[in-house]
């Protein structure tokens, strides 16, 4: 079965190319059928090739599939393979099983829109492309597939390209994608020539990282940061993170699958499979580690001022994201990940329960607008509610497990910090705030929908809820693949995960590598010791939660008329955060108006003054030269005959010197 | 009595005399038929320097030649008489010097 991998993303292509080349032709039905179940056909693959997977021992876990060679250069080699491990496996399980689900779902929520063929067939390009960022085997398959995402990034998030604001929002998200892309491509270019120094010219995974300790620190560390600036952007972190609010401008669906679940997580992915290079890269791991928990707490506070229930879900999965940073940069890389597949789950789920109310409402999306929804379309309450407690750290269920590994480990591992703990446990905090304002606002309340819509909101039908439902368990038992030690469980995911993250053989020979490698493994013993202070610190998290979830209460359902004198209070403050702490605005003045101060410069002294003056310059003196040289041309066949006669003569008075001189 | 042959510089001397005398026709007539008639005697003073260097080396080469270049200039009397008759039609003179559209 293993030897198979190359169906999982073949079946994603294969509907891109029927929906994209013969949809038309073949209908809307057809279509309806060709997109989902060719994701569906990819995860059932991931299914068996994971069962097949776990059959083996643990330090067997790792197989490649060489499809075929694509770029053969002198002693360089690249080729089209697929690499499936634990890590790659896991990633390839969450990206089709969630898009399975939320294919389904768009089958409904984009029924009567006019680009619905047009939508699948980017959809399913995008799960594609998806599969080959996660099952590469190589740096530069992978750099395709974050590639090929940023692309159906893009054209889905101006999927409604008539709008402006869409187009527009798809056109920041590329650029500033593309300013991440660059960091990637040359952390890429250093890799390959810096390891080419000791003549191993490869870009391949299994050789990269077995050769890793011949490089020396500083170039693992500029590598590393290289990387990392790249996941940035794709990830949408400080400071690249402007483009993923605005991306909200796609389709409900596409938001959910691209810009929460899986896209977006790339970079994690990224930094988990690049583990043993940035375990030798301490300061590296301390930006990641620092990038994400800044992240997480700006957003977050972000998220307390926003009244577009999109918007407030963007910022918390920045927000997210950035634990997940964390989470991978204190060096807990199974954590990141369990967080990573968590979240794709809850916040899947709440993007989706998010559409639901946006169909319900006809399309509105301002929170202010909304209230008291929960008895008219209980379905989706209900499912969002549990996202809502999931995301919130409420025991029990997925994003109490991996959150709390997260901030465990924040604060205990080798590369933890008090102070990164803290912050990260202030904006799980505030989460739980903004999270649950968000369904306050929406579900509970007294109504404030426009008249002319109450009258009609209806549920969703059942092709847009059964994914609903689907979503909401697995948010709910998606975290006991992880409990930890401390509560009595196994931690299946950490103990799936380490013959890929826990340090590699070949490495222990390097300083930095070895210490963690000997934290990992006294991490075990340890843990009679500090399991007291694990449990505290669960205590105390929840108990955070617990203190925003109270104050969303008292804001919203207790006391409605509170935000409006707080906000009145603090004015200036308010404002600041209301429109996001002007970082677009500064990031306009910066880079936009300065790059274009900078091309008009260019165009008008470079362009129009250098390569337009040599060009015409050259034009006007051929002009004149070839004015003077037609004189020659007399017209007169005598004046020709005569230069014929001169130049016969020339050469006979040549050889005559030549016959008498030498 | 016997008159010694005449010796091949003669003829050499001969034939330059007569390319010389057609280069400054042709350079210097405005009539067409007269420039045309100069290169034909440039082409017999060659010819005749050919006749010159067989005779002398021995060699049945230079005859050959003199064969193509009488040949040759009979098609181009034959082309250049027709062009001449065709340019007097058009323009009414044969002088070379007011035949000059191709210029600047």
């Known amino acids: 079965m293993l030897d198979y991998v190359w169906l999982v993303p073949l079946f994603p292509a294969t509907g891109f190319i029927l929906n994209g080349l013969f949809g038309r032709r073949l209908g809307k039905k057809a279509v309806s059928w060709i997109g989902p179940s060719a994701i569906g056909l990819a995860f059932f693959t991931s299914i068996l090739i994971f069962f097949e997977l776990l059959k083996r021992t643990p330090s067997e876990r790792l197989f490649e599939k060489i499809i075929f060679d694509w770029v053969v250069s002198g002693s360089f080699h690249t080729v089209i393979g697929y690499q499936i491990d634990p890590l790659s496996i896991l990633m390839a399980l969450v990206v089709t099983g969630v898009s399975f689900f939320i294919h389904i779902y768009s089958v409904g929520y984009m029924h009567d829109d006019p680009g619905y063929i047009r939508y699948f067939a980017y959809l399913n390009l995008f799960v594609f492309m998806m599969l080959n960022l996660v099952l590469a085997n190589n740096f530069l398959l992978m750099f395709v597939g974050w590639e090929g995402v940023g692309l159906c990034s893009y054209l889905l998030i101006g999927f409604w390209f008539e709008k402006d604001s869409a187009s527009n929002a798809g056109k920041k998200a590329f650029v500033v994608n593309r300013v991440g892309d660059f960091g990637f491509l040359l952390g890429m270019f250093l890799l390959f020539t810096s390891l080419g120094k000791h003549g191993i010219w490869t870009l391949d995974f299994t050789e990269v990282f077995s050769n890793a300790n011949k490089l020396d620190t ?132 709440l993007f989706l329960g998010a559409g639901s109310v946006m169909h319900a409402l006809s399309g509105e999306l301002d929170m202010r607008k909304m209230g008291a929804l929960r008895k008219k379309i209980p379905i989706t309450f209900w499912t969002f509610f549990i996202a809502t407690l999931a995301i919130a750290g409420i025991p029990g269920l997925s994003g109490f497990f991996s959150k709390d590994e997260i901030l465990w480990q924040a604060f205990s591992s080798s590369h933890g910090h008090f102070l990164l703990w803290l912050v990260a446990a202030v904006a799980a905090g505030m989460t739980a705030f903004y999270m649950f304002r968000a369904l306050f606002l929406t579900f509970f309340g007294e109504s404030r929908v426009d008249p002319h819509v109450a009258h009609h909101i209806h549920e969703s039908p059942r092709i847009m809820t059964i994914p609903l439902i689907i979503l909401a368990v697995l948010s709910v038992i998606g975290g006991y693949v992880g409990v930890p030690h401390v509560l009595g469980g196994a931690n299946h995911i950490h103990e799936f995960l380490a013959p890929v993250v826990g340090g590699s053989e070949a490495l222990k020979g390097h300083a930095a590598v070895s210490l963690i490698a000997q934290a990992w493994a006294s991490g075990g013993e340890s843990s009679a010791h500090s399991a007291a202070l694990e449990l505290l610190m669960m205590v105390i998290s929840v108990i955070i939660a617990l203190i925003g979830i109270g104050m969303a209460y008292l804001f919203y359902i207790k006391n409605p008329a509170l935000p409006k004198l707080m906000a009145e209070r603090w004015k200036g403050l308010y404002t600041l955060v209301a429109n996001k702490y002007y970082v677009d605005e500064i990031y306009q003045v910066l880079f936009v108006n300065s790059i274009k101060k900078l091309g008009v410069g260019l165009w008008k002294g470079f362009d129009d003054f250098v390569i337009d003056g040599t060009v015409n310059g050259i034009a006007i003196l051929i002009g004149w030269i070839s004015g003077v040289m037609r004189r020659v041309q007399t017209g007169l066949v005598q004046n020709y005959a005569f230069s014929m006669i001169v130049g016969g003569l020339i050469l006979i008075l040549y050889y005559i010197v030549r016959v008498l001189f030498y | 009595m016997t008159i010694p042959p005449v010796p091949p510089a003669f003829y050499l001397v001969l034939s330059g005399i007569l390319f010389t005398i057609g280069v400054i026709g042709a350079l210097t007539r405005r009539n067409a038929i007269v420039v045309f008639m100069c290169i034909e005697l440039m082409l017999n003073s060659v010819n005749l320097s050919f006749i010159t260097f067989s005779r002398f080396l021995q060699s049945i080469e230079g005859v050959l030649f003199a064969f193509f270049v009488i040949a040759v200039a009979a098609a181009e009397a034959s082309v250049g008489l027709a062009i001449f008759v065709m340019l007097y039609r058009s323009r009414e003179t044969i002088n070379v010097d007011e035949v000059n559209l191709l210029k600047w």
Request: aromatic share 10%; charged share 5%; hydrophobic share 55%.
């Open chain 1, 218 to 349: 500083a170039t693992v560390t500029a590598i590393t940061i290289l990387l990392f600036i790249g996941a940035c952007g794709k990830s949408a972190q400080i400071p690249l993170y402007v483009w993923l609010p605005d991306a909200m401008e796609g389709p409900t669906p596409v938001s959910s699958l691209i810009h929460a679940a899986t896209m977006v997580t790339a970079g994690v992915y990224m930094v988990a499979r690049c583990n043993v290079l940035y375990s030798m890269a301490p300061l590296s791991m301390a930006i990641v580690a620092m990038i994400g928990v800044a992240t997480a707490i700006f957003t977050a506070s972000i998220g307390f001022c926003q009244n577009d229930i999109k918007k407030v879900l963007a910022y918390s999965t920045i927000s997210q994201l950035g634990y997940m940073f964390l989470g991978v940069g204190v060096g807990a890389y199974s954590a990141g990940i369990f967080h990573l597949m968590t979240h794709a789950f809850f916040k899947g789920l």
